[in-house]
């Protein structure tokens, strides 16, 4: 029987978008919102959260990026990198593959492509963002922006409810993919921002959320997995797919 070596698009997935357990979630913890140097160099600073991704964004080739030009950065914490890697792996195994041991094996194209979705070339705070309400996104839609490598993503910021008041209550910053365009409202992957507003000397970080398991069932030899959790690069298969592409180094 012939193998099918590649995942179908995001659109033709098998998935569910299942409530979030708070348990299994952690925030940024607590961070300087002043940091006295780079977006790079922050990410430094913090390995604890950020060392895969600091690794990552050198062999991307976007370490000069993160330095200088004045950009907005929602980082995704190493766990999240963990996460896509032990994704593509499963299905590796599936297939019979070698698995991916380390970093460099996946090309730096498909890490440029996957870390430009979170760069974008301006300097913006939450309260620069409009509101999104993704029950009601005709009304409150948030805004679509250009990231660096060119695709097209949302940034809202989300109004909970207080006493009673609609909107009244906390303010949640979110960065969606938008998977496919020709369903611009209906194909979002969200991730939210767990800490927002950290100012470095060329811009902002936003470090988005992160889950502390690997929410996946498999059925049927199909690998479901919780998209309320965030992949690095949004969607992992996507990610399979593209390092398949571009080859992965033994």
């Known amino acids: ?3 099918i ?4 698009p995001f659109a033709l997935l098998l998935f569910v978008m299942s409530s979030c357990n708070k348990s299994n979630y952690q925030d940024g913890g607590t961070l300087d919102p002043v940091f006295k140097g780079s977006t790079f160099d922050y990410l430094q600073s913090r390995p604890d959260m950020f060392d895969s991704l600091s690794k990552v964004i050198r062999l991307a080739g976007l370490e000069q990026t993160l330095k200088s030009e004045e950009v907005t950065f929602f ?3 190493q766990e999240t990198i963990g996460k896509t890697i032990r994704i593509v792996n499963l ?6 593959k ?3 041991y380390n970093l460099r094996q996946i090309k730096p194209a498909v890490w440029k492509k996957m870390l430009n979705r979170y760069i974008f070339k301006h300097k913006k705070s939450l309260t620069d963002y409009p509101q999104v309400d ?3 996104v005709p009304v409150f839609p948030g805004q679509s922006y250009v990231s660096y490598g060119g695709d097209i993503m949302n940034i809202g910021v989300k109004y909970g409810d207080a006493g009673g008041v609609q909107y009244a209550g906390e303010r949640s910053l979110y960065l969606s ?4 365009l020709s369903s611009p409202t209906n194909s979002w992957i969200n991730a939210p921002v767990a800490t927002c507003n950290v100012t470095t000397s060329n811009g902002y970080v936003h470090v988005l959320r992160f889950a502390t398991n690997l929410n996946i069932t498999i059925t049927g030899g199909i690998i479901v997995l919780d998209f309320t959790d965030h992949y690095f690069g949004f969607d992992p ?6 390092a398949l592409d571009y080859g992965i180094d033994p």
């Open 91 to 96: 299905l590796l195994k599936s297939y019979g």
């Open 134 to 136: 993704f029950l009601n």
């Open 75 to 77: 980082a995704p914490p």
């Open 237 to 242: 298969f996507l990610f399979y797919n593209d």
């Open 98 to 100: 070698d698995t991916v």
């Open 1 to 3: 029987m012939n193998v």
């Open 5 to 8: 070596n590649k995942i179908l």
């Open 177 to 180: 993919f938008i998977a496919s």
